[in-house]
């Protein structure tokens, strides 16, 4: 029976960086992949192929709202097949480099179905083998719908729809997280007539206001109701779906159309491990782990989107190299173990038109937790380069510590707001203040430069002595 110190299972960002960290370091490691692909989630039906396809719904969009620049276009056709086989394409690409770097690392990689047999073994194609730790980053599964559907009812998840051979006529897009938001808007602007809702009103643990201003947005391409609650979903008459809805005001609203795209989250996917095996129980939809990434088994940990946490690729990376660093660690006999590193503020991107992208707290956290703050807003319809641009919706958010001036937090509804949100990402990092945001000189004229304005106001308002 062969013995490692390391089993990963799971070989997508989290497990890759976290057998590489473990082999660099001098570990046996073995990894296991399960998936009918090597890749990974972002790269096989995650981030890469459905920003290549919001890259052209969104430049449909550009052509047919080009009058106001003086551009005269006919209504330009959309090449469906072309649009899917570039996806596809894009995706092999980013796909067989990120194989090249899995295979070249140096671990042995096995692919297959593992499962627990007791807390230090597994089992593999009738294999036992015995592993000193484990990390587990056998990443994530769609939410199910909790209400009845029933049997022949068109329901879809995202990893159906890069399957697609044609645009479809109407669909019931369930779910106003980062997957539907940005669902809804591909398939409104490449032609399908939309329905998206939500149990909750849009960005409502976010920002409530830009949750508005999104929906407003939206709502010039497609139905939005937010909030409704989905009371089932049953079959169409003619095949299709009929999704029945309670609004906010007890009135009923029943839509049919061609499916019905669950997009209701994601949650940690550990189907066939035999976690009872190994002494693990989940806690509801996860395995419950501390910061250090430590089941209650303390040689079990878990990293990426199989924490059920924060589904965001880098943050994948820097948990994969943490746990397999805490699990080199506890084989040494080391007592500490390292923590996620505190200078780093969470953060989020939704890749809609206009974005959002979040970093640090929002007012709604600060308010609950009596935490003392001061904001500024900057509407880009009113900014100089977003008149230029002609931005009809979006503004930005800044939030500030009102005693030393230090940056909070900040939210950014607007154009390139995935981009610009790593400029306050930067300040929070190093502790930075409004103050400092205005020591150094800001291009004109730039979208970044609402930053100069929203951190002016704050500095008259903050602690002008630390400046």
């Known amino acids: ?80 097949r072309a649009m899917m086989d570039r996806m596809r394409s894009l995706v092999e690409r980013f796909r067989n480099a990120k194989v090249g770097s899995i295979e070249g690392a140096g671990y042995e990689l096995r692919r297959g179905s593992p499962r627990f047999v007791d807390p230090h073994h597994i089992e593999l194609d009738g294999e036992k083998i015995e592993g000193k730790t484990f990390v587990l980053c056998t990443g994530s599964k769609v939410r199910p719908i909790p209400v009845p559907v029933e049997e022949g009812a068109e329901v879809r998840t ?99 159309c061609d499916f019905v795209l669950d997009a209701l989250g994601r949650i940690p996917n550990f189907d066939g491990l035999e976690l009872e095996a190994a002494g693990l129980s989940l806690k509801g939809e996860r395995l419950a782990c501390n910061s250090y990434l430590q089941t ?80 500024a807003t900057k509407f880009f319809p009113k900014q100089g380069r977003g008149i230029c641009m002609g931005v009809r919706h979006g503004f930005m958010r800044l939030l500030a510590a009102p005693d030393t001036g230090k940056v909070l937090g900040c939210q950014i509804l607007g154009p390139r707001g995935d981009d610009l949100i790593h400029v306050p990402m930067a300040v929070l990092a190093m502790g930075g203040t409004v103050h400092e945001m205005l020591r150094f000189p800001w291009y004109h004229p730039t979208l970044s430069e609402s930053f100069i304005e929203v951190a002016r106001e704050l500095s008259n308002q903050c602690g002008r002595e630390h400046a």
Not at 38 to 59: Q, S
Not at 324 to 336: D, F, K, Q, T, V
Not at 361 to 366: A, G, Q, S, V
Request: proline residues 6%; hydrophobic residues 40%; aromatic residues 6%.
């Open 296 to 375: 209650e088994v303390p040689h079990i940990f878990v990293a990426g989107d199989t924490t059920g946490s924060r589904l965001i690729l880098h943050e994948a990376n820097l948990e994969g190299q943490r746990a397999a660093r805490n699990a080199m660690r506890l084989i040494e006999g080391e007592h500490s173990l390292e923590g996620p590193d505190p200078r780093v503020p969470p953060f989020d991107v939704i890749f809609t038109d206009p974005p959002f992208a979040s970093v640090g707290r929002n007012w709604i956290d600060l308010d609950r937790e009596g935490v003392p703050y001061r904001e």
């Open 158 to 256: 995202s990893d159906d729809l890069f399957e697609l051979q044609e645009v479809p006529g109407r669909v019931v897009v369930l779910g106003a997280g980062a997957v539907g938001l940005e669902f809804a808007q591909w398939l409104a602007r490449i032609g399908t007539r939309v329905l998206l809702g939500n149990r909750s009103p849009l960005l409502r643990r976010k920002d409530p206001e830009m949750g508005e201003e999104l929906r407003d947005a939206l709502g010039e391409e497609m139905e939005v109701l937010a909030p409704a609650r989905i009371e089932e979903i049953l079959k169409g008459e003619e095949g299709g779906a009929r999704v029945r809805f309670e609004l906010h005001d007890g009135s009923e609203r029943v839509v049919d």
């Open 1 to 80: 029976m062969k013995t490692y110190d390391l089993i990963v299972l799971g070989v997508g960002s989290a497990g890759s960086r976290a057998a590489a960290t473990a082999h660099q370091a001098g570990k046996s490691v073995l990894a296991i992949d399960a998936g009918e692909r090597l890749g990974g989630l972002c790269i096989l039906r995650g981030c890469m192929p459905t920003k290549t396809l919001l890259e052209t719904a969104h430049r449909l969009h550009e052509i047919r709202t080009a009058a106001p620049f003086g551009i005269h276009a006919s209504e330009p056709s959309l090449d469906f």
